[in-house]
């Protein structure tokens, strides 16, 4: 990890404009928590609803595509990249040190967030708001890989990334049974299911599928990353 390329890229993730969308994010989930949690019926379904439809299933990959295309496509897009490839860092450095920024940017804040809402929401009964927490933690790494490598590649990354979010996480992942095996959502609730009490969350794809591909999507979209990335520099100095 290089700690100038992490000082330039949390100042990028963190200014004016992209701050404010990064605030409006655990905002929205925690004020929507502070007025549910003053609401009768069932606290439990009312918990899942909030942090697995609306957290996890809708705000968590929003959050990952504004940081994790914000590390790194909008100085590909304005140019400023080369200045960077210019320093004699390996490609996989760079790429690394960004991810590593990305993926706590977005802990901070969707992952922090999600445990103060369930615990506002249920407090600490069924493990359910450790549960989530985890379950956001492991598919913000995901997403944040995910959407940094289409940063690289295309410069319609946004775009891209919001058809990824909306359509295929929050609406086929959730409604097509066969595309839950492909969603990032469902393999973080695998694994927040398997951190919380017995039946507190559902998932519908198993801890021991979901945790190789957590794995396996994560690494393949950094080394893929890393070797674009390479592929910009040779470009460059042609």
């Given amino acids: 990890m290089n700690p100038t390329v992490a000082r330039l890229t949390l100042r990028g993730l963190l200014g ?18 502070a007025i549910a949690a003053g609401s009768s019926g069932d606290k439990h379904d009312l918990t899942v609803r909030i942090l697995g439809q609306l957290g996890l299933g809708t705000l968590l990959p929003i959050l990952g595509l504004i940081v994790g295309t914000g590390a790194i496509a909008t100085e590909i897009d304005d140019g400023s990249i080369v200045y960077l490839l210019a320093k004699p860092l390996p490609r996989w450095k760079i790429v690394a040190t960004k991810l590593v920024v990305a993926v706590g940017t977005t802990w901070a804040f969707a992952a922090v967030p999600t445990l103060l809402a369930g615990l506002l929401l249920y407090g600490t009964r069924d493990g359910l708001a450790l549960g989530y927490t985890v379950a956001a933690l492991v598919s913000g790494a995901a997403y944040s890989a995910l959407f940094l490598l289409l940063g690289v590649v295309t410069r319609h990354a946004v775009v891209a990334g919001l058809a990824y979010a909306l359509v295929w996480e929050s609406l086929i992942g959730n409604f097509v049974e066969g595309a839950r095996t492909l969603s990032v959502q469902q393999w973080g609730l695998s694994v927040g299911r398997a951190v919380a009490g017995d039946g507190a969350i559902t998932a519908h794809v ?27 520099t040779l470009a460059a100095e042609e």
Wanted: glycine share 8%; proline share 4%.
């Fill in 206 to 232: 198993g801890l021991g599928v979901a945790v190789p591909l957590l794995l396996v999507v994560t690494a393949a979209a950094t080394v893929l990353a890393a070797v674009r990335l390479a592929g910009l």
């Fill in 16 to 33: 004016r404009r992209r701050g404010i969308l990064l605030l409006v994010v655990p905002a929205l989930l925690l004020l929507v928590s």
